[in-house]
């Protein structure tokens, strides 16, 4: 009985800490289901991915989900090797390019309204796709889903611009779970979560990637 009791205690101690370790802040890392920022593992970072419904979920956004958890387990920093994939070469702010190469990747390309390529480099640029199809909403005017792209402007997850863009993972709750590529002064893809209300870390709005 007495190592049974012992077993148990160090089972839930080891739950306990794996959680702390998910949920605690740290810059290099991040994941979480609830808001503010943590640390994680890729391991554990597509745990969390394996969880979402995607029941209804188009094969764009089922590839996007592949995608995510196949370059979020890289780490890639800031101008390695994956990184220049994303940007085609270019040492520049990568967080839209990131997005841009993920679509492509999923065989559903952004189409650069005035290049007519499939990589939008700019936070704007990117808005401006999204309103010439009405598909940008402000927030409280539509509950993003799986796969749509969040827009902050002003302070922003990324930590040194003005301007960001992520793919939105879930809406939890009051918080909209989100990942990003060139977040925080490093420059990582990161997993992470806020209140899905106007102005926290810049949130602005939401590209509905449903066209």
């Known amino acids: 009985m007495k190592q049974s009791i012992i077993a148990l205690i160090i089972v839930t101690a080891a739950i306990l800490l794996g959680w702390f370790f998910l949920f605690r802040d740290d810059t290099s890392r991040t994941s979480e289901a609830e808001a503010g920022t943590g640390t994680s593992t890729s391991t554990n970072v597509n745990e969390y991915l394996s969880t979402i419904d995607t029941t209804g979920f188009s094969s764009t956004q089922l590839a996007v989900l592949k995608i995510l958890r196949e370059e979020y387990a890289k780490y890639p920093t800031e ?31 952004f189409i650069h309204q005035d290049t ?7 936070v704007e640029t990117l808005q401006e796709y999204y309103e010439q199809y009405n598909a940008y909403y402000d927030i409280g005017e539509y509950t993003p889903q799986f796969g749509d792209v969040a827009f902050y402007f002003g302070e922003t997850p990324d930590g040194s611009s003005t301007e960001h863009v992520a793919i939105v993972v879930a809406v ?8 990003g590529g060139n977040e925080t002064d490093a420059g990582i893809i990161q997993i992470r979560a806020d209140e899905l209300k106007d102005g926290v870390k810049g949130l602005s709005g939401f590209g509905a990637s449903d066209l």
Do not use: K
Request: with cysteine.
């Open 172 to 179: 939890e709750g009051n918080n909209v779970v989100t990942i």
């Open 116 to 122: 007519g390529y499939w990589r939008i480099p700019g």
């Open 79 to 109: 101008f390695d090797e994956t990184v220049l994939t994303y940007t085609e070469g270019f040492e520049e702010s990568w967080c839209a390019d990131f997005i841009s190469w993920m679509f492509n990747e999923a065989d559903s390309p």
